[in-house]
């Protein structure tokens, strides 16, 4: 299955998978909503999305695929900028390949990423043990961009729709994730964490 809001990339994919053998496409989408819907319908055991696959983006959308049962490995097929072969492989992708890359090599990762192997360029994955933030479960990340804001734990309870003992519980893991001891600590954190990203 193929996610890419490219008409021109998903067509000229879609040829190209249509023309393997080893292939069969059975699907395309233009958004993440699209490949989700499709992917939660029929089975698909690979997927191939675009990072930026409108409006989830490509990480919520392995985010919320991870959920399900049986869900498709995927490879991101993205251009190979900043640091997103190692936010695809934080995210729990299978597999990465830039868009400079010949077509073989999407062709050839998606065989191996069938056969259950990961497949990514050269990583120091030391920089994904560094990043706390990228630990975090979407929860704890909606509840640690709440927390910023400066809510109470009955406002972020009333925000997020659930109950003040679950935003306790959800807190006690966020502090311990991210090696804080209080509210007032995490709240710094993340807006140092933001600072070295250039968000702010």
Not at 130 to 138: G, R, T, W
Not at 148 to 155: A, V
Not at 158 to 166: K, M, P
Not at 177 to 190: T, Y
């Amino acid at each position: 299955m193929l996610g890419d809001a490219n008409p021109l990339m998903l067509t000229a994919l879609s040829e190209i998978f249509e023309k393997d053998r080893r292939f069969s496409l059975v699907a395309t989408a233009a958004t993440a909503e699209g490949f989700l819907g499709m992917a939660m319908r029929m089975p698909v055991q690979v997927g191939v999305i675009d990072w930026n696959l409108p409006a989830l983006g490509g990480a919520r959308l392995i985010d919320v695929l991870r959920t399900q049962v049986n869900p498709p490995r995927l490879v991101v097929y993205a251009e190979d900028t900043g640091d997103v072969p190692r936010k695809a492989m934080a995210a729990g992708a299978a597999g990465f390949v830039s868009r400079s890359d010949p077509v073989e090599r999407l062709l050839e990762t998606c065989v191996a990423v069938a056969k259950g192997q990961m497949v990514f360029p050269f990583l120091d994955i030391r920089g994904l043990k560094q990043d706390p933030i990228e630990a975090l479960s979407p929860r704890e990340r909606t509840l640690l961009e709440a927390l910023s804001k400066g809510l109470t734990n009955r406002e972020l309870a009333r925000d997020l729709e659930i109950s003040e003992n679950t935003v306790k519980f959800h807190l006690s893991n966020l502090f311990e994730k991210l090696d804080v001891k209080n509210r007032a600590q995490a709240i710094a954190f993340f807006y140092a964490n933001r600072a070295s990203r250039g968000e702010m």
